[in-house]
């Protein structure tokens, strides 16, 4: 099951979107998935993926660096949120003609599975390319999410759960998520 929705906010550049996609798999195999940058190579169309600058606790934490590209072409994003295994906020750093662009990913258990909520928001740089945008980081996003609860439960359906780069995730040390 996955959903996704565009809205737009009171000004005429600013728009928003929300994703959801839903996975038979527990929230610890669907988070080093999302949470660890060298993971989305697994169960994305991207061919690069990796941590450009380490952030904290973790290299893949707050402050981190991650880069996502596919035949060269793609973004640069900056991990503002770490809380695992519940909760990935990024901006963009490059990549998309867009301001103030910022996405969070967050994991919910729902019953024996996982709901996948994936929201992001941005101002359109250049006038009346919102709506199209829009469109597009949404599709984007929706794809993500249904693809990553799949491949989290072909991991559960074989038997296998790749451990993640630093378990257990040191705890979230700070600051509060905007």
Partial sequence: MSR???LRSGTRRSWSFEATAYSSAR???VWPLLGEARR???WTFLD???VIRAGRPHPDGV????SFTRRGIGSL???VAWEPPHHLGYILVKGIPVRGY???VVLRSEGNGTAITWTGAFDARIPGTGRLLAVALSSLVARFARDVARYAESLMAGGTTVAPTAAPWPEHTGKPSA
């Fill in 4 to 6: 996704q929705t565009i």
């Fill in 27 to 29: 929230v610890d195999v």
């Fill in 40 to 42: 989305w190579k697994e």
């Fill in 48 to 50: 690069s993926t990796s």
């Fill in 63 to 66: 402050g981190a660096l991650r």
């Fill in 77 to 79: 994003e900056q991990v």
């Fill in 102 to 104: 910022r996405a969070d």
